[in-house]
């Protein structure tokens, strides 16, 4: 259980961002991937049949986990009434004012009647390194009777590694491209 004046960052796994990659403190490395969205309610029976059949084909050619995560904010509409409000005053056309004030209207009912949300699609790829790793061996099995940490990781490691979760960054992003996202 927290106290009082623990600091958040007791409870996140984040060691450190290095090169656009996140390190947990267990030694892990992360990438995320920001990913785009298609509205499958838009499409045609057919077309949702073959984007899921692509997806169920994309998941299978991974052979790493990966975690979907979908950020859901209701989306926050003054900003846009602001800038109606703007142009109202700006506009002389006395059919174009009215226009504009029933469109806002419309906008502001719509938005209170319905939840509008902004989704956002994360997809997290972890490369988890081998503990027997080339370098390290039965040493870095043991490398908790020494006082240095046994998560830290060489540059070179560290490049390794790096590489390895950019081959499987490159796998998902090729399997999302081909269906569309």
Not at 133 to 157: R, Y
């Amino acid at each position: 259980m927290a106290t009082i004046g623990t600091p958040a960052q007791q409870f996140v796994p984040v060691k450190e961002v290095r090169d656009g990659v996140v390190v947990l403190k267990d030694g892990t490395l992360c990438s995320v991937l920001l990913v785009s969205s298609i509205n499958l309610s838009l499409k045609a029976y057919e077309e949702q049949r073959a984007v899921l059949v692509q997806f169920q084909g994309f998941l299978n050619t991974i052979d790493f986990p990966i975690e979907i995560v979908i950020q859901s904010r209701r989306y926050d509409i003054r900003p846009y009434i602001l800038t109606l409000e703007n142009r109202l005053r700006e506009q002389e056309e006395q059919l174009l004012q009215v226009q504009t004030k029933e469109y806002m209207e419309f906008i502001q009912t719509f938005s209170e009647q319905v939840n509008i949300m902004r989704k956002s699609f994360f997809i997290i790829i972890p490369y988890i390194p081998p503990i027997l790793s080339q370098g390290g061996g039965i040493s870095k099995i043991f490398s908790f009777l020494k006082k240095e940490d046994p998560t830290a990781t060489s540059v070179t490691d560290f490049e390794e590694q790096r590489t390895q979760l950019e081959e499987r960054m490159s796998v998902v992003e090729q399997g999302l491209s081909r269906l569309g996202l």
